[in-house]
């Protein structure tokens, strides 16, 4: 029997039917185009750093990874999704275990091989109320227009050891599948500060993503509490690229916050990153 992963936050992060949910994503992204730096499609893309807000807030910053994306032409036969756990449910790192994931869009089938070939833990309860992971599967449907499968994982130990594994199996699996693969790190940056805070806190962080120096990473946000939720993918992102290439580049797309959509002295960060080669 085919088990099928419904939409858990359709109607809340997103919106719940097709036609609603195009015109926004078509809003924002006639809003940013202009912004959007064209230039990085010449590049060989490897994966990005996009934020999981609700897309009234975060799809500004997202559609900088997305459009680059679709204009790129790049072909992939597999997107891996690496997302953290916000409800601390289930193993420390783990692959979905349905067969497929529906959107308002339509389906999206899993690369179950993949998936299984990682040897971590298989199950569906990490996937089962989070929404990290979820809200990159409209986008990707609505930029792509050729068919690809997901690798759903969520990392709940997000130190760097996992995050060097994590990535390490990964190739492995690339490689003896002979699968094109694209990584997309889930994560949103700091956290309920007012925009100057989160900014300097974010800054500590961003440095060493443009360093690509993970266990850094790992260092400033326990140091510093800094809140970027996602780390743990952004540091197996950084380090499957030193993987995959012998030089890395790690571009910033767009940096925002949700206070520029309603004004608050508390809003959540959101960065845009490309991993790329010439």
């Known amino acids: 029997m085919v088990k099928i992963r419904r939409p858990v936050v359709a109607g809340k992060f997103y919106p719940d039917d097709a036609e609603s949910l195009k015109k926004q994503v078509s809003s924002i992204l006639k ?14 893309i490897l994966g990005g750093v996009v934020p999981h807000a609700g897309y009234m807030f975060s799809a500004y910053q997202a559609v900088h990874f997305f459009e680059i994306l679709k204009q790129s032409k790049q072909v992939f036969d597999t997107i891996v999704i690496i997302n953290p756990n916000h409800s ?51 986008l990707l449907q609505l930029f792509l227009d050729y068919p690809f499968k997901i690798v759903p994982i969520t990392m709940s130990n997000q130190s760097q050891k996992n995050a060097k594994l994590l990535a390490a199996k990964i190739v492995k699996t690339m490689t003896d599948l002979g699968r094109k693969i694209l990584i997309i790190a889930s994560s949103d940056f700091s956290h ?13 962080v961003i440095e060493q993503i443009l ?30 690229s030193k993987l995959v290439t012998e030089k890395p580049l790690v571009d910033i797309l767009r940096i925002g916050h949700s206070g520029e959509i309603i004004p608050s002295s508390e809003v959540v960060d959101y960065v845009s990153i490309l991993f790329s080669k010439e």
């Open 31 to 44: 809003k940013e185009f202009p912004k959007i730096h064209i230039e990085h499609t010449k590049k060989k």
């Open 192 to 204: 309920f500060l007012t925009p100057e805070q989160g900014k300097k806190q974010d800054l500590y």
């Open 88 to 138: 601390g449910l289930g193993h420390e790192t783990a692959f979905d275990s349905h067969d497929i994931w529906e959107t308002p869009l339509g389906q999206v089938e899993l690369d179950i091989e993949f998936g299984n070939k990682l040897s971590i833990s298989v199950s569906d309860i990490e996937q089962k109320y989070e929404h990290s992971g979820e809200v990159m599967i409209p």
């Open 211 to 240: 360093a690509q120096n993970s266990s850094a990473i790992e260092q400033v946000v326990r140091e510093k509490d800094i809140s970027v939720c996602g780390y743990g993918p952004i540091m197996t992102l950084i380090e499957y």
